[in-house]
């Protein structure tokens, strides 16, 4: 079981550690290289629990960063964690990837930290089951959990301008925001084209009714996601509430 978790083909795991690098990024392009370094490392060792995993994430999350089609990508994320807890039901990874699509594609609350909390059980740094686990406790509103969640997964990775982009969005969802903007700040002089940041600050921004500022950045989110349905639905609501109805 072991064996299966890892690889002991050295060019498979350095396929699949690309496609973590790749999947950090939580672009469209990147996300399809990821989906490809994952396909190649398994096309040489099938038995790679990991890397199934990792498809199942990479996989969960396209309808959220691509605009995929939601159960198409379901379909998708299922067998692959289906996969990777057929070669090792206690991988902490796979059930980190099960609760992450119980919560986004499922909408199943209980099932979603059930799998989450069993993958801090084995993996406690675990970083992307923190995060979503933060996700979750946010959008359930049970912002203090939350915030304990996401700064547990800053510590574990403070370099990361996705984990403290959406530091800064539970942050708001806490109705924290002076926080927020300062946490928001702070990620984009550090990452000034992290999309998921411009997004969030760009949402908060039009909240606080500075339509200019939220414009500028979420063009520049539209930009630099190439596309982002988000992104331009918060632009429509910007020119609505500047009154432009046609722009709009």
């Known amino acids: ?5 890892t690889t002991r083909d050295s060019l498979a795991m350095e396929l699949y550690l690309q496609g973590r690098f790749n999947w950090e990024r939580r672009t469209t392009e990147a996300l399809e290289r990821a989906l490809d370094f994952y ?3 398994l096309e040489r060792d099938p038995d790679f629990a990991l890397a ?3 498809k199942g994430d990479a996989y969960g999350i396209l309808p959220m960063t691509s605009d995929r089609r939601p159960l198409d990508c379901l379909a998708s994320a299922r067998r692959a964690i289906r996969k990777s807890l057929d070669i090792d039901s206690d991988l902490a990874e796979a059930h980190s990837a099960a609760g992450m699509v119980a919560f986004w594609l499922e909408w199943d609350w209980a099932a ?7 993958a801090l059980d084995a993996s406690p740094s675990l970083v992307q089951a923190r995060l979503f686990h933060a996700h979750l406790m946010s959008n359930l509103g049970r912002h203090d959990e939350a915030c304990t969640e996401i700064d547990r997964a800053c510590a574990i990775d403070p370099s990361s301008p996705v984990l403290n982009a959406l530091k800064g969005m539970m942050l708001v969802h806490a109705r924290r925001f002076e926080a927020a ?12 084209d992290n999309w998921i940041a411009r997004l969030n ?10 339509y200019d500022d939220a414009e500028s950045d979420l063009q520049r989110a ?11 639905s918060m632009l429509t609501v910007v ?3 500047r009154g432009n109805v046609g722009e709009a």
């Open 112 to 118: 979603a930290e059930k799998s989450l909390l069993r």
């Open 181 to 192: 903007l300062k946490q928001f700040d702070s990620t984009l002089a550090g990452a000034p």
């Open 39 to 41: 396909r190649r490392a």
């Open 201 to 210: 600050r760009g949402k908060l921004l039009l909240a606080l009714e500075r």
């Open 222 to 232: 539209l930009e630099l996601s190439a596309g982002s349905a988000q992104a331009l």
């Open 239 to 241: 020119a609505a509430r």
């Open 52 to 54: 199934w995993a990792a």
């Open 1 to 5: 079981r072991l064996v299966g978790r």
